[in-house]
């Protein structure tokens, strides 16, 4: 079951959509956008987002409102 939006740090964006994400908990995950890419990723990098995180899927949000799917693909530790 996907959980309610927490606070999150979009610590970076990789190359052909892939961001790292670190959530609340101090977690730090690679999530792969399901589309081509997060168009905005890049102007969030090291700021806050809002998370909701999933098992299989997670959605970011920034402060502007849009929003992107990924695929949650693993935690980095």
Do not use: H
């Not at 606070?7 to 589309?35: M, Q, S, Y």
């Not at 987002?49 to 530790?77: H, M, Y």
């Amino acid at each position: 079951m996907i959980q309610e939006f927490e606070e999150a740090i979009l610590v970076k964006e990789l190359p052909e959509g892939t961001v790292i994400i670190e959530r609340a908990n101090g977690e730090k995950w690679r999530l792969d956008a399901k589309k081509d890419w997060c168009r905005w990723a890049w102007r969030y990098e090291e700021k806050k987002v809002r998370l909701k995180f999933g098992p299989v899927s997670s959605v970011l949000i920034n402060d502007a409102g849009e929003s992107c799917e990924f695929w949650t693909e693993e935690q980095i530790l």
